[in-house]
């Protein structure tokens, strides 16, 4: 029986991309949500979700930092996969007859420059690859959408333009989740710990919170806040570190941390991508 690994979106999207390169051996489970990804792993029909969480050029995907402490799973890699972005037509269409480019608002803003200088309006459709079969369904020639070859080959529509992407750097970080938190040392390029936490109710909590980071010499790659069940008052933190949380100096920094907490979580451990 394969393994399977589940991601939000249609085949040909960008995570499906990712499932390939990061876990070829697995089975790329399409979901509809990113709810219906972690779901798929904790009731047992995947054994991994693969989350898209940040793009280089276009920041944080919504909501999902906020959905990951929820999600009961725990994070066991992450990959870095470079988007390259197409413009993609029905056979026998041509770049100068399109009008028209559908896909999700994200690629639609990464592309502004080429659709600008080729006078092509954007249309924002619900993902990627969904955008791709809704083009191939229509079969009309002024229309296009942007996404990967991968979605091409797999709805039958021709690269009209290759790589349109402003930035040549356009990359995007994925999670790779599982039921069960890996502690294990593993990977070239060191380890990194995500976590979540919320801050006592005193005066400079996340100042002082932050403060044993800095004199034990951890370097915190990313901190994301978000509200609480609706509440202004009530904020969480998602935070990245490089380190192993059995590192002495990491160990001291979230003993710190904890003094100045009112909830402190590991959302995993794991080795940090060559392409960091």
Do not use: W
């Amino acid at each position: 029986m394969s393994r399977k690994i589940a991601f939000q979106g249609e085949p040909g999207a960008y995570s499906h991309q990712a499932c390939r390169q990061a876990r070829p051996d697995f089975e790329a489970m399409p979901c509809d949500t990113f709810e219906d990804a972690f779901a798929a792993v904790r009731n047992g029909t995947a054994d991994l979700a693969m989350i898209a969480v940040e793009n280089s050029s276009y920041g944080r995907v919504a909501d999902v930092h906020s959905l990951l402490p929820q999600s009961g799973l725990h994070i066991i890699d992450e990959a870095f996969v470079r988007v390259h972005i197409n413009l993609l037509g029905v056979p026998g269409s041509k770049l100068k007859d399109v009008q028209s480019a559908t896909s999700h608002t994200v690629l639609l803003g990464q592309c502004r420059d080429f659709l600008r200088k080729h006078k092509i309006r954007s249309v924002i459709g619900a993902d990627t690859a969904g955008s791709a079969q809704h083009i191939a369904e229509l079969g009309v020639g002024e229309m296009a959408a942007l996404a990967s070859e991968l979605a091409g080959e797999i709805y039958g529509l021709d690269v009209l333009a290759r790589h349109i992407e402003d930035h040549d750097n356009n990359t995007t970080r994925f999670l790779i989740m599982a039921r069960d938190l890996d502690v294990t040392r593993r990977g070239n390029a060191g380890m990194i710990t995500s976590f979540v936490f919320n801050v006592r109710n005193i005066p400079a909590a996340l100042y002082k919170a932050m403060g044993g980071f800095a004199t034990n010499s951890v370097n915190m790659t990313k901190l994301e806040s978000y509200m609480v069940g609706g509440q202004f008052t009530a904020t969480q933190f998602y935070a990245d570190i490089e380190g192993h949380p059995d590192d002495a100096n990491v160990k001291l920094a979230l003993e710190e941390l904890e003094y100045f907490t009112t909830e402190l979580d590991i959302l995993g451990v794991y080795a940090a991508d060559r392409r960091r």
